[in-house]
């Protein structure tokens, strides 16, 4: 099914080094005018559009002819968070968790632009910073005894001021908070004198998980004085103005509610405390709302694969390692369809940004691979990414993955799931439709388990596990009716809404590249960039090659397809083609694949053929396609590690000269590369040994027969 998107008039796209902008949108297409050429217009369907955004030379530029864009371009070196250096990545991320804050504060009245108001409020700024990054207080693990905790301290309120009106002037965009230079700034304390510390004391006395009343938390704090006062006099200081209980009873009423009513009955009580009724969000359009979350799975599963399983030994497996995996899973909240789904052994954020990676795909392949009857063909660019305050989701890696796509990221506070009330619903509907069927079941708590042996029974695999989930989703959830809907199915629905409205456009392959590729750093040569065996180029590298002192690049490499890569010379980044043709959209799997099996022919060979390669690409069965496709969403996944070694085995080139040359056209014979043996040439009869002479004696005559001697008398 093709996708409609939707465009702006102030965005912009650049193919094949055209600069475009759309004009108009209609059910058929769009009509875009090249930039710098009014009049010159182009259309396209729908369907050269999405064809269009996969090809390497094509760039999407959201709002690039907004004001505020185009002044951040020209003030700013990079255009992504995930370019940046991790330390510079982070102290943005923060600064941006500084301003959203400070804005979700003001909106509610709680501070001002004033720097009396930002002293006063620099607690709740302080807990509501730390809870959007989560540190501090609410990180979502607790630290053990003796273990060093970083907390940023919250800037001066000038400081502060120029963030937030840097922040609105570029629409809200990270990039306008880069610093000049990481060294500047005052980092003397200098607002925040000993009486006002300690006045300030009383909100932590109150806020205690004993409950102080308090009148009881009034007088500690006027101890506090008193003491500090006995301190001033013996060392001959003058002594300091006790505050009357009316005036800490004043500071006291000053203090955020919900930060007093946490601290003293815990944050889940607060949330449910301070819940406020409502519909939920006003979701009409696909991909508007993505909500994502992880859960883990109620049953207990064999932490392998079925192909190593099989061959082990009945008593291996029955010492073998068993566990419940976590899923990871988001949902399109308008059509309520499942976008994107992966099994990880614990959260983490490289597991979370690869399932956030296949929400932009067509995942297809993955249902044929299980078997499944019906596609899977929900993907598009995401308005608005809802998650909640999981370690994974708070990450750095994964907040600079979602800023770079240019998506608005959005975490309701912890304890609050109805919030997040479509991918809640979802779990819930899993643990009851499909858990139950499952042999070794974990159920939702002991009660409910009873003396049910989980253990026992669990005789899933990972793979099994993986092919069951998708079968569950693609065919069966995906076409039953849906409360929610009205009794509508999730794919009509899908297939309705989309026909309607579309979907956003989904992020050009150079930005996905810079966003989810393989960061990786290679040596600049003559034959440009080499990465698994493979080798990259483009004119910026050939112009860096011959004029640039730097020999060293960044390269970033997609799995899924090793056709092109994309390079970053200088602070730009380019896309580079394979110099081999026939590589497009051959995955890193397959080209392993296909190496392992030309050196297992060919063990003795130093170098590899690049025809021979893909010919041995093309000889994978589909059964090993779909393994390698299901492998990709269970923790089995090719890691880091595997694509480093891969990549340092390959130290040699693919070559494909005599290819490229037109000397050898390409064969699709499954014996061309076979060793050859070339019959000896004919002789005459009587120089035939014997043939009733057998036995080692007269093999080792023959040879020495056939053996040609140099002598001296002979020709040069």
Known sequence: MTLRFRFSKSDMITTAGVAMRPIEINDIGGTFERVGQPGITESFSHHELVEMMRRPDTTYFAGYFDRATQEMRLNKPVEVISEL?????????????????????EAKGDIKRTRESYDRARPRLAAETQRLVGEGAAAPRKARPGKDITVRNLPGSRTAFQWIRAYQSASCSPLALIPETHRSGNRTRIWC?????????????????????????????????????????????????????????????????????????????????????????????????????????????????????????????????????????????????????????????????RALRQIFEDKTPLAQAAECESTWHHHGGIGTLVTDMGSAFVSDAFQATVASLGITSHLPPAGIPWMRGHIESFFRTLGHQLMPLLAGRTFFDTVDRGDYPSEMLACLCDDDLI????????????????????????????????????????????????AFGRPMTRKLNDGGVLFSGLSYSCEALREAYLHSPTREVEIRADLQDIGWIAVKVGATWYPALANQPGFEGVSFEELREGVRAVRHAHASAAKLDAPMVQRAIERVSEANRRAFALRALTPFHVTDVEVGRADAALRYPLRSDAQRLGRVPPSSDLLNDAISITPPHDKDESEKPDRNDKGPTAEHRVRRENRKRWRFDDEA
């Open 85 to 105: 250096p991790e330390q510079i990545g982070r102290l943005v991320i923060w600064r941006k968790a500084v301003c959203d804050a400070f804005l979700a504060l």
């Open 193 to 353: 004198p000993r009486s006002e510390a300690l006045m300030n004391q009383v909100i932590e006395i109150y806020a205690d998980t004993q409950r102080p009343t308090k009148v009881q938390a009034i007088k500690q704090t006027q101890a506090l004085f008193e003491e500090e006062n006995r301190k001033r006099a013996k060392a001959g200081a003058p002594a300091m103005v006790v505050p009357s209980a009316a005036s800490i009873r004043r500071r006291l009423g000053m203090a955020d509610p919900f930060y007093l009513y946490a601290k003293r009955n815990g944050a889940a009580a607060a949330a449910r405390h301070f819940a406020m009724s409502s519909n939920g969000p006003d979701v009409a359009r696909p991909m508007e709302r993505v909500e994502m979350d992880e859960n883990r799975l109620d049953v207990i599963s064999l932490l392998t694969l079925t192909g190593i399983w099989d061959h082990l030994p009945q008593e291996r497996q029955k010492n073998f390692e068993m566990g419940r995996h976590w899923l990871y899973i988001a949902i399109d909240c308008a059509t309520k369809c499942v976008v994107s789904m992966r099994l990880a052994d614990n959260p983490n954020s490289d597991d979370a940004i």
């Open 467 to 514: 092919k069951i989930l998708l079968t569950y989703i693609v065919d069966i959830y995906h076409n039953q009716p849906h409360g929610s809907l009205d009794g509508e199915t999730p794919n009509a629905a899908w297939k309705r809404l989309v026909s309607e409205h579309g979907t956003p456009p989904v992020p050009d392959g150079l930005t996905l590249r810079k």
